[in-house]
């Protein structure tokens, strides 16, 4: 019989022996390739003395392919719960040293197991990607430990926030769980995204293509949009994650984080007033505008590769997160296109299913035009931003910067969608579509007829400008609340968002809305 202190001995080697996981000579490859083990990630992510790690001792069941009786260390991945700066949350971290980081049946459970706790505790879920798939000698039972996944990733959407940092090979199917996640971080040397590699894209199509062009983090950041934020190494994606964290409530029943130090901070800020060139037609930096509107200049942009001719993120104004959405005239003039339409639509419907009030700058010329568009489904898409705006019962301020025309007017969060609060600067231009193609269409047959049709032409499009090119007609109608200096949008939004920080909405009871998917 062994003694107490034998036993405890024992148990101390044992965890010793398991944390090493694959052993130090594969830890020692991991680093290699400039990746951090999957222990280390951990730490990395969590409040120092924070992890409490669940089942350790995990064993997987497979006899067969010379497995049976043979340890893998917590069946290649770590699971646990921890703080990050000091709020819970719960994750899974796959060991590449054991078997890959495969997904067999218990590490498929012990991932389950995590997502169950981060439901009912309401906190968030955190996966850190490293891993072959599905677990090749476990057959159909690697396949359901997927689908037991897949379906909690469903069931945890819009409960608590969920997010996916990819730091090495994530293939085949198993890129559908981050893709249901809400968040994508993937790192740039190690992280690798795709449904059928190189290999298989040779032989079924004869394409050659690298797995870096394939499926790293340029291909699915600018290309795809899959990926929302790209890090430099383990420990820059860690940092990603926690600052993301920071902005978000742990559930849909909390509000997030609240930074605010007491006093409203209004202060003017002259520089805004400066920032819109007197030549519409001329393009500036719209981030430069949400920098000097935010707190501390603290821009966290999302997507930020994939279709820059909008801008979505996370601020603060007086310490409370915002999520803001924003046209970008730098690229294509602002115009919404089908992607910049998926990425916005995408981020509203976050913000709303997590109580975070949305602040939308308009400078957009319209939707654009072309065939490529309308057949690839821009009305469908473009959909989807009216459907998730009217849809969104946070509240919602609207800040028309300069352009405003046609329907992504409206799809920018117009009044007529429910939105809160409609303000105006002086350079607003609220009209069905812009002066040239309005004179050619109204005014045709008097230019036609005109002896001199440059000149009547130009008058035409000088008095539609008069008319139109400002933000009044809107503010005469009730559409717009206020046309205020752009210095004092600070001031306007903190006292906005104050004042609807009582907000409910309540809508008709219904299984689900169908958004034009
Ligand atoms: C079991 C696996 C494995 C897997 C890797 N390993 N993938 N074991 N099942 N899916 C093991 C290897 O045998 C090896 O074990 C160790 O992990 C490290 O693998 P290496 O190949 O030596 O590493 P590396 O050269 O870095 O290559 C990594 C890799 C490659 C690119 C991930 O291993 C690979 O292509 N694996 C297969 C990927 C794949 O096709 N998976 C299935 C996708 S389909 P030893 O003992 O030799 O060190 C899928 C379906 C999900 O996932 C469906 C859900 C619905």
């Not at 197991?113 to 850190?128: E, H, N, R, T, Y």
């Not at 299913?353 to 309308?374: H, K, R, S």
């Not at 705006?389 to 007529?416: E, F, Q």
Request: proline share 4%; aromatic share 8%.
């Amino acid at each position: 019989m062994s003694t107490t202190q034998e036993k405890i001995e024992k148990l101390r080697e044992m965890k010793k022996r398991l944390w090493m996981g694959g052993g130090a000579k594969r830890i020692e490859k991991q680093h290699e390739s400039g990746k951090l083990s999957a222990r280390e990630r951990v730490a990395c992510l969590l409040d120092e003395n924070t992890f409490q790690e669940m089942y350790l001792f995990s064993q997987h069941r497979c006899t067969g392919f010379g497995l049976k009786d043979k340890e893998q260390a917590a069946d290649g991945v770590i699971t646990g719960l921890g703080c990050v700066e000091g709020r819970q949350v719960f994750l899974a971290s796959q060991d590449f040293t054991i078997l890959g980081g495969s997904v067999g049946e218990v590490h498929a459970d012990k991932i389950c197991q995590m997502m169950d706790m981060s439901l009912k505790c309401g906190a968030p879920f955190v996966m850190i990607n490293d891993s072959g798939g599905a677990r090749i000698q476990e057959g159909i039972m690697s396949l359901s430990g997927y689908g037991r996944i897949f379906y909690r990733n469903v069931l945890l959407s819009g409960v608590v926030p969920q997010i996916s940092i990819i730091a090495g090979p994530c293939a085949g199917g198993a890129a559908y769980s981050p893709a249901m996640a809400d968040f994508i971080i993937m790192t740039k040397k190690a992280g690798r995204m795709f449904i059928t590699g190189p290999q298989v894209i040779k032989e079924v199509t004869g394409q050659e293509i690298s797995s870096e062009e394939l499926g790293g983090f340029y291909a699915q950041t600018a290309y795809s949009g899959v990926v929302h934020f790209v890090a430099d190494d383990d420990e820059h994606a860690m940092e990603i994650c926690k600052k993301l964290l920071s902005f978000l409530p742990s559930n849909n029943m909390e509000d997030p984080p609240d930074f605010s130090e007491g006093e409203l901070l209004v202060s003017e800020n002259p520089v805004l007033n400066k920032i819109i060139p007197d030549n519409p037609r001329q393009a500036y930096n719209m981030k430069e505008v949400i920098l000097n509107i935010v707190d501390n200049e603290d821009f966290l942009e999302v997507q930020e590769e994939f279709a820059p001719n909008a801008l979505v993120g996370f601020g603060r104004i007086n310490g409370r997160s915002i999520g803001i959405v924003a046209n970008q005239p730098m690229v294509m003039a602002g115009v919404l296109d089908i992607n910049s339409s998926d990425k916005i639509a995408r981020f509203v419907r976050f913000c709303n299913a997590f109580n975070i009030p949305l602040i939308t700058f308009v400078d957009v010329p319209g939707f654009m035009p072309g065939i490529q568009q309308e057949h690839g489904g821009i009305i469908r898409h473009g959909a989807k931003m009216l459907f998730a705006y009217s849809a969104a019962t946070v509240p919602k301020i609207s800040v028309i910067v300069r352009k405003a025309y046609g329907g992504a007017y409206l799809a920018m969060c117009g009044k007529d969608l429910g939105c809160d609060r409609v303000v105006a600067w002086p350079t607003g231009e609220i009209a069905v579509m812009g002066a040239e193609g309005a004179v050619s269409i109204i005014y045709k047959d008097e230019i036609e007829k005109s002896s001199n049709p440059k000149k009547t032409r130009e008058e035409f499009i000088s008095e539609y400008q008069i008319q139109f090119a400002n933000p009044f007609i809107g503010a005469g109608r009730n559409l717009i609340d206020d046309v205020i200096e752009p210095q004092d949008t600070r001031r306007y939004l903190s006292l906005a968002l104050e004042s609807l920080r009582t907000k409910r909405e309540l809508r008709p009871q219904k299984k689900h809305g169908l958004i034009p998917l």
